[in-house]
């Protein structure tokens, strides 16, 4: 299986901070990643797909970029509602595994 | 609007099976793959299984291939997720989720609340 390591764990971040999630794939996914946003209570929504997509409706604040096995999720100008927990996911192979989450809250 | 509604979940004892449905709405059902995840109480999100439009083909995570069957109704709309020999780690949230763009999930469901509890 490909193991996603994501980083950090937690993060704390000001009102229009930029913030950087990272995602490291165990091999080369070619592109095949997503990002997640889920929020307390509430299922996961998506936010970017192949990498650096940006999912219909989703504020342009998000943006994804990365290549082989290291991926990353910015977010520009950090807004209140940006507050939750963060997921990448491989679909280059079966079985699509997940990154362990990342908890983002304000400071 | 794409909709989807999980039903099914609730309190089941150890080893015991469980059926789990996902009604889907707003949206051509047979032209999709889909999926169900699952998440554990304050866990991360674990990929369960994907079926194709026509369930020719189905793809598992192995941990749990020989414990939980996808299936799907076209004509119905509604996919299904059964699960059997229940034990307390597959206590979870299950969300069911249409695949998109790559096989990525862009659209979810509620999640149905499933307790595996003597």
């Known amino acids: 299986d490909i193991q996603m390591t994501q980083s950090p764990a937690s993060l704390s971040a000001s009102l229009g901070e930029t913030v950087t999630i990272e995602c490291r794939a165990s091999?080369?996914?070619?592109?095949?990643l997503a990002w997640y946003q889920q929020k307390p209570g509430k299922s996961p929504q998506l936010l970017i797909y192949n990498a650096n997509s940006l999912h219909t409706g989703v504020p342009s604040r998000f943006s994804g970029s990365g290549s082989g096995t290291q991926y990353s999720l910015k977010i520009n100008s950090l807004q209140s509602e940006d507050v939750a927990s963060y997921f990448c996911?491989?679909?280059?192979?079966?079985?699509?595994?997940f990154g362990a989450g990342t908890k983002l809250e304000l400071k | 609007e794409v909709k989807l509604v999980e039903s099914g979940g609730g309190l089941v004892q150890p080893g015991r099976s469980l059926k789990l449905s996902c009604a889907a709405s707003?949206?051509?059902?047979?032209?999709?793959?889909m999926g169900w995840v699952r998440q554990a109480p304050g866990k991360g999100l674990e990929w369960i299984g994907e079926?194709?439009?026509?369930?020719?083909?189905?793809n598992y995570t192995p941990s749990l291939k020989d414990k939980f069957t996808i299936s799907r109704d076209n004509a119905q709309n509604t996919l299904y997720l059964q699960m059997s020999k229940l034990g307390s780690e597959d206590t979870a949230i299950y969300y069911c989720a249409r695949a998109g763009a790559g096989s990525s999930m862009d659209a979810w469901g509620q999640g149905a609340s499933v307790t595996v509890s003597s």
């Open positions: 079926i194709n439009q026509d369930s020719s083909t189905i």
């Open positions: 996911q491989q679909y280059y192979d079966y079985p699509y595994t």
């Open positions: 707003g949206f051509s059902f047979n032209d999709y793959w």
């Open positions: 091999e080369d996914i070619y592109n095949g």
